[in-house]
């Protein structure tokens, strides 16, 4: 059963660090991505990063065609790659957010060399986990789902035309999933001067699973199928995250599909 993020997993923010809240359990983060060209597709022009140190994970999905989507999903990613962590969460999140913004910057002067009637961006998805708070980051329809207790749910609001569409009630979910505008997306990064990127926050509890993908994991793997691939698995979390991805190939593997799962767990001191 896939849940919004209006569900209960959504936590004041305040709650959790302006104000005296019990001790919580440390937590290990353990996480691990991979990629895959698919089926269709001649080139695979996604790319992720993981970088656990830093506690920040990113999936960007890129679009342009020949070298240019790699380009601008590869830009996202080698920018995410210079983060580290400051001393407060706003710092924090800034830093983050001006990485984003000079990805943004650098994938329109690509733009600009390869004439007007050129289009070259990339969606992104990131996680960053700083004590028990998980922020998340994303332009386009790259997305992260939270797997909890059993329960599947998406944390990012696509930015795309059948999502206007749903949110307008002119389609339902499902028919959005298969209309023929399902890859029109209305936000990524490169595409505007201005760039709008969205960020929500939720309290992790012990055994949370996130999952960042592009959007070839969803686009041939039914939502519902997501979680019934990850718990009908007690492989290591690599496998998991191959499992999906072959899931999603053997659905059809119509375009990049690429996958990152992080895991929470308590730290065993506190077990």
Same mark, same amino acid.
């Given at each position: ?55 920040? =994970? ?71 986990? =700083? ?12 997305? *992260? ?16 035309? /059948? ?13 959005? !999933? ?6 029109? *997306? ?10 709008? *990127? ?30 019934? /691939?990850?718990?009908?698995? !007690? ?19 119509? &375009? ?10 308590? &730290?065993? !001191?506190?077990?």
């Amino acid at each position: 059963m896939l849940l919004s993020k209006q569900d209960e997993i959504k936590k004041d923010v305040l709650s959790l660090y302006d104000q005296p809240t019990e001790q919580k359990p440390s937590i290990t983060l353990t996480s691990t991505g991979s990629s895959d060209q698919g089926r269709v597709r001649e080139r695979n022009e996604d790319s992720f990063l993981c970088l656990p140190r830093q506690n920040l =994970w990113v999936v960007a999905d890129g679009m342009g065609g020949h070298d240019a989507g790699d380009f601008a999903s590869q830009t996202i990613t080698r920018q995410a790659a210079k983060f580290t962590s400051q001393a407060t969460l706003d710092s924090s999140i800034l830093l983050l957010e001006e990485n984003i913004i000079h990805s943004n910057e650098l994938i329109r002067e690509k733009s600009s060399k390869m004439g007007e009637q050129a289009t070259v961006g990339s969606t992104v998805a990131a996680l960053y986990v =700083w004590d028990h708070l998980a922020l998340v980051l994303w332009a386009g329809d790259s997305r *992260v789902y939270l797997l909890r207790n059993g329960q599947l749910y998406r944390l990012t609001e696509d930015h795309s035309y /059948v999502e206007e569409l749903v949110k307008m009630g002119k389609l339902t979910e499902g028919e959005a !999933e298969h209309h023929p505008a399902a890859n029109v *997306v209305l936000n990524a990064v490169g595409i505007q001067a201005e760039l709008t *990127v969205d960020m929500d926050y939720y309290e992790i509890m012990q055994d949370d699973l996130f999952i960042l993908c592009s959007d070839g994991l969803f686009k041939d793997l039914p939502e519902s199928r997501i979680a019934e /691939v990850i718990e009908a698995s !007690e492989s290591s979390l690599d496998d998991q995250c191959r499992l999906l991805i072959d899931a999603a190939l053997d659905a059809g593997g119509s &375009d990049n599909c690429t996958v990152i799962l992080v895991k929470a767990q308590a &730290d065993s !001191e506190n077990v």
